[in-house]
């Protein structure tokens, strides 16, 4: 069965990670750096330093789905800041996916009174 990414939480981890790692080296940054839990369900993205690769790993039923993808052009709009895990919505990753740069958006403002 393929996985239904419209009810599962989706995190990435801003900056760079060494795509040459395995399964079990994201699953450790996933528990470790990213204090998350791997079986949870959730969706977990990763970059690569060029920001032409993204890895995928997800938790289903029996095991766990990793998937890939290369950009022949372009670069992904990523973020690199101080986070070690961004929770990020479906239509953001589709933005993402597209190269829209949803990173770059304004902030809602929120006012408490009117001056």
């Known amino acids: 069965m393929m996985f ?12 760079t990670t060494d795509m040459r790692t395995g399964k079990e080296e994201l699953l450790h940054i996933i528990n470790d750096l990213m204090k998350q839990d791997p079986f949870s369900g959730a969706v ?12 995928l790993i997800w938790w289903e039923t029996n095991g ?5 993808k290369t950009l022949e052009k372009g670069r992904w709009p990523w973020p690199d800041t101080i986070e070690q895990a961004k929770e990020i ?17 304004y902030e809602p403002l929120k006012y408490e009174q009117f001056d």
């Open 44 to 55: 977990f993205m990763f970059c690569n330093s060029q920001h032409k690769l993204l890895k």
């Open 89 to 105: 919505k479906l239509d953001e990753v589709i933005m993402l996916l597209k190269g829209i740069d949803f990173f770059c958006a």
């Open 4 to 15: 239904d990414f419209s009810n599962a939480r989706i995190f990435l981890r801003p900056g």
């Open 64 to 68: 766990f789905w990793i998937a890939q």
